[in-house]
């Protein structure tokens, strides 16, 4: 794709039909638009093996929906993706309904094999987490897609017709609270089905391979629910992952339940309430048989499958004139492209990032060479991290940027980064200008260490930004000394108070490596001596 150019993906699943377009610009891409209807095409199809008169009405009205979207939009034939899934795919009466569905919307329909559908689940997964050895699950309306990923490529895949529409219509009672027996009768299918799928007990076992990856709209919201019952923030469910005790926990409180009244738990939505139980014991099912730690939720789905391979793939000519090489549909590391992305989407001002985000790197470096703290290359990349995106508030206003900043990185989208990650992150740039760092309303998901990372991560921006803050690159680097011999000695030194008290620890010296006068970047590094003493447990003194 160029930059500019939009794609509109289309997904006929079992359960929902949904439009998202995305656009790529130079190093970034975003969605601009989604609809989504909950069409239930698969309703019925489990009995029948036919897709019914009702559900192919509501679907080629949405589909008139979406085709009037796209040409209002501007997009033509060659900008559209739509693809069709298990429930068109397996009915009898498939290709009856795509001929009048290509003929009244006009819409380039493809149905995608069990391979395919497995395919570009993976490839959401893989691009949007760190997921290297382990499984994808892919859970829809009309069937179910395991991939077992080794060293991040697809090696072993299955696909089962245990999808949520078809669960709840052949175990689960259409109005009352379900019954132990009905619940266990569809585990004990679900454990039958995956009998025939080996490699999925084999990937559980290997102590690298215990990672399950999940996506779809029941596996979203399952996080959500999940992560409502366990009051943490609510800034989407990237990452979150749903351990067995929370999964069981949840499927007791929605088999206790009619299926009208299960959106009464916080987290589960109104319209996928009706099916939400089967989707609960199926992901149950799999986390058994697989002897998995718990279930990790992407939001990436199908759609972005496509879209990915759409961006990645697609190269132009080579420079020399001969056809380049064919890429891998995969990012090389998710957690870069992923902050990329997401500075790229708001226009920063690169050289001013790339300096603050060297300088903030060399210091901790330093620091760490000198004992200050242990170097952890991950609190390293958070750093790097917020050091990248602690500007992109400013497209909204200068005025509190650092709080849009917050805004922007939570809401935004880290896919690859896990949920405490992405809290130190956001509260990182939102204290890179004043105050001292606390994890505000994000406190939950904070753990022991965590907000000395924070303290860490912020006065080290703080101080990169202070010396960059003339925007002009002046100074070029940075060295600390101690300025005593007793503090010179490795080691974290004494502990300080929450305020910042250094209880008599030595003190460090910084000096600046400047290529003219440093008046201001000194005097405004000289301001973070509190936040540097809780950080660090010295006392900072900036040379003249």
């Not at 175990?171 to 025939?196: M, S, T, W, Y």
């Not at 989208?413 to 956001?426: M, N, R, T």
Request: charged letters at 25%.
């Amino acid at each position: 794709m160029q930059p500019g150019e939009r794609l509109a993906v289309i997904d006929l699943g079992s359960n929902s039909f949904r439009l998202v377009v995305f656009m790529a610009g130079e190093g970034w891409w975003k969605r601009t638009d989604e609809i989504y209807e909950p069409v239930r095409i698969g309703e019925g199809l489990a009995g029948t093996g036919r897709l019914g008169e009702e559900p192919m009405a509501r679907a080629l009205a949405t589909l008139d929906v979406f085709a009037h979207f796209c040409r209002a939009g501007g997009l033509d034939v060659e900008a559209i993706d739509a693809v069709a899934t298990s429930a068109i795919r397996d009915a009898e009466n498939s290709e009856s309904f795509l001929a009048r569905a290509r003929e009244r919307a006009q819409l380039p329909i493809r149905v995608l094999s069990r391979e395919e559908e497995a395919r570009y689940g993976y490839i959401a997964a893989v691009n949007s987490t760190t997921l290297s050895d382990g499984c994808v699950l892919d859970l829809g309306g009309g069937s179910m897609q395991v991939v077992r990923v080794l060293d991040r490529l697809a090696r072993e895949s299955g696909s089962w017709r245990v999808g949520t529409v078809r669960m709840t219509e052949r175990f689960l009672p259409a109005n009352g609270p379900a019954k132990r027996r009905q619940i266990e009768e569809l585990r004990d299918h679900v454990a039958a089905e995956l009998e025939d799928a080996p490699w999925l007990s084999d990937a559980g076992r290997s102590e690298d391979g215990r990672r399950l990856v999940g996506i779809g709209g029941t596996v979203r919201n399952l996080a959500a629910a999940a992560q409502r019952a366990a009051g943490l923030p609510s800034n989407g469910v990237q990452g979150m992952v749903i351990e067995h005790d929370a999964l069981d926990e949840l499927v007791a409180r929605l088999a206790s339940l009619p299926a009208s009244e299960r959106s009464s738990i916080p987290g589960i939505k109104p319209a996928r309430a009706d099916l939400i139980l089967a989707g609960a014991v199926v992901v149950q099912g799999v986390l058994r048989a697989g002897g998995f730690d718990g279930l990790e939720t992407t939001e990436a789905g199908l759609r972005e499958g496509v879209f990915f391979e759409r961006l990645l793939l697609e190269r132009e000519t080579s420079d020399d004139g001969n056809d380049g090489e064919i890429a891998s549909p995969l990012f090389g590391d998710v957690r870069r492209t992923s902050v990329l992305n997401l500075a790229g989407r708001y226009h920063l001002d690169l050289a001013h990032t790339r300096h603050v985000a060297a300088l903030a790197l060399d210091m901790f470096d330093e620091l760490a060479m000198l004992g200050l703290h242990d170097g952890d290359p991950v609190e390293r990349e958070l750093l790097w991290a917020a050091s990248r995106l602690h500007d992109i508030g400013m497209s909204v206003d200068y005025d509190d940027h650092h709080k849009h900043s917050r805004y922007l990185i939570l809401n935004g989208g880290l896919p690859g980064f896990s949920p405490i990650e992405v809290a130190i992150i956001a509260q990182a740039a939102r204290y890179h200008r004043k105050g001292m760092p606390e994890p505000g309303p994000l406190e939950p998901l904070f753990g022991p260490g965590d907000a000395g990372r924070l303290d860490r991560c912020a006065v080290l921006l703080r101080l990169a930004e202070d010396l960059e803050r003339s925007r002009d690159q002046l100074v070029r680097g940075t060295h600390f000394t101690f300025t005593n011999a007793s503090a010179e000695a490795p080691g974290r030194g004494p502990e300080v108070e929450r305020n910042g008290s250094s209880n008599g620890a030595g003190e460090i010296e910084l000096r600046l490596i400047a290529d003219g006068d440093s008046a201001v970047p000194r005097w405004a590094a000289g301001r973070e001596r509190e936040l540097f003493a809780r950080a660090f447990h010295r006392e900072l003194s900036v040379a003249a």
